[in-house]
Each structure stands twice: as structure tokens, then as C-alpha cells.
């Protein structure tokens, strides 16, 4: 499971709409390079907390979900899907703090710096304004 600014498309439109907008995605799919344990215990307890990771990633609303939309359609989490950049702001961080407190697992992040907000809040300023932002209108 990867939370994305980034989507690897062709160059079109849609890309260069991405790029400009930096939208997050929530996709269950992934190739990490490295890993990290959250949660270690007997199979049918991390398969519990595992269930308990895609719920909360699931419901969460500050990203758009699934694979890139087609042009022309609205992203249901705008501008709350808004990827924004350190130090504050809500990023892949955020997700990741968030989704694995939210399932009841105790948050210990990684050595090095990770900046974003601890918690998601909402998109406010110039970004709160575009509620109507539609794939391919810019």
C-alpha cells in the first residue's frame, strides 16, 4: 500500500495536470525498498491489524482512492487530496501516521526526518477555494 504524489503515466495532459496540482492517491499496491514492521504477533492477530490498516486507509479522506481517474472526473476528497510539501502540510507522512493509529497501532517512526503534519487537517487558503476541480480543468 503506497500513498503518491507521483503517478507514472505517459506525458500527457493528465501528467503535466498532476504535476502542477500534486494530488494524493491511496493505492493498494506497492514494490517497496525497504520495509518496516508495525505489528508482529500470531498470524490471526496481524491478519486483524492488517484488516484494521486497509479500513483506515480505506476511510481516509485526504486523498483521492484507487488508480488515476479518467479526464473529466471530479476527486471526491478535493482539496483535501491536496499533496502538500514540508514542513507542515498533509504528505505521505501524514498518511502513514495516521493509518497505523488509527487501526490501534502504536506509532514509531523511522530514524531521520519526516516532516508533515502528525495528523491530517483540512486544506484551507487558495486550495479550499478550488471545490469544483475536475481532471483536465486548469
Do not use: C
Not at 8 to 32: G, I, M, R
Not at 74 to 92: A, E, H, I, V
Not at 102 to 110: N, Q, V, Y
Amino acid at each position: 500500500m503506497r500513498k503518491s504524489a507521483e503517478v507514472e503515466l505517459e506525458p500527457t495532459h493528465y501528467h503535466d495536470w498532476l504535476l502542477q496540482y500534486l494530488v494524493s492517491f491511496v493505492v493498494f499496491a506497492d514494490a517497496p525498498s525497504r520495509l518496516e514492521d508495525i505489528f508482529t504477533g500470531a498470524p490471526a492477530n496481524v491478519k486483524a491489524k492488517w484488516n484494521a490498516v486497509v479500513a483506515a486507509a480505506d476511510a481516509y479522506k485526504f486523498a483521492e482512492h484507487g488508480n488515476p481517474p479518467p479526464t473529466g472526473a471530479t476527486f471526491m476528497n478535493w482539496p483535501n487530496s491536496r499533496y502538500q510539501f514540508p514542513p507542515n502540510g498533509n504528505n505521505s507522512n501524514t498518511f502513514a501516521e495516521s493509518i497505523v493509529t488509527t487501526a490501534g497501532i502504536p506509532w514509531h517512526p523511522l530514524p531521520g526526518l519526516h516532516p508533515g503534519n502528525a495528523a491530517p487537517v483540512p486544506v484551507v487558503g487558495v486550495w479550499a477555494k478550488k471545490q469544483d476541480l475536475t481532471l483536465g480543468t486548469f
